[in-house]
C-alpha cells in the first residue's frame, strides 16, 4: 500500500495550486483521505478530510473557501485544490487515508511521503 502525493512547488501569493495524492495497492473509494501539512518546526496540523461512502468534505477553519478537497475513485487520486494561496500556507503537505474524519494523525493509518509547497510574498 503506497501513497504518492505530487504537485508541490513554488507560487506567489495569491496564486493556486494542485495537489495529488495517487494510491497503489488497494483501493480506497470507500475510504477516508485527509489532508495534513507540517511547517518549520510546528507539529503536523489537519487541512482538511473526505468520506469514501458519500463525500463529504471537512476543512480546518483557515482553508475554508480557499481549500478544497475531491477524488477520483476510478483513479484512486484524491486532490487538493488550493487557491488564494498565501506565505502562511508553506509546508510539507500530506495525505493520508484514516479510519475516521479527524484531526488526530493517530487515526490515519497510510500516508504519503510528503510534497513540499513554498508560497513566495
Known amino acids: 500500500v503506497q501513497l504518492q502525493a505530487s504537485g508541490g512547488g513554488l507560487v506567489q501569493a495569491g496564486g493556486s495550486l494542485r495537489l495529488s495524492c495517487a494510491s497503489s495497492?488497494?483501493?480506497?473509494?470507500?475510504?477516508?483521505m485527509g489532508w495534513f501539512r507540517q511547517a518549520p518546526r510546528k507539529e503536523r496540523d489537519w487541512i482538511g478530510a473526505?468520506?469514501?461512502?458519500?463525500?463529504?468534505?471537512y476543512y480546518t477553519d483557515s482553508v475554508k473557501g480557499r481549500f478544497t478537497i475531491s477524488r477520483d475513485n476510478a483513479r484512486n487520486t484524491v486532490y487538493l485544490q488550493m487557491n488564494s494561496l498565501a506565505p502562511e500556507d508553506t509546508a510539507v503537505y500530506y495525505c493520508?487515508?484514516?479510519?475516521?474524519?479527524?484531526?488526530?494523525?493517530?487515526?490515519?493509518?497510510?500516508w504519503g511521503q510528503g510534497t513540499l509547497v513554498t508560497v513566495s510574498s
Open positions: 493520508a487515508v484514516g479510519q475516521a474524519v479527524s484531526r488526530d494523525t493517530k487515526r490515519y493509518v497510510y
Open positions: 495497492g488497494r483501493t480506497f473509494s470507500s475510504a477516508v
Open positions: 473526505m468520506t469514501g461512502s458519500d463525500g463529504a468534505t
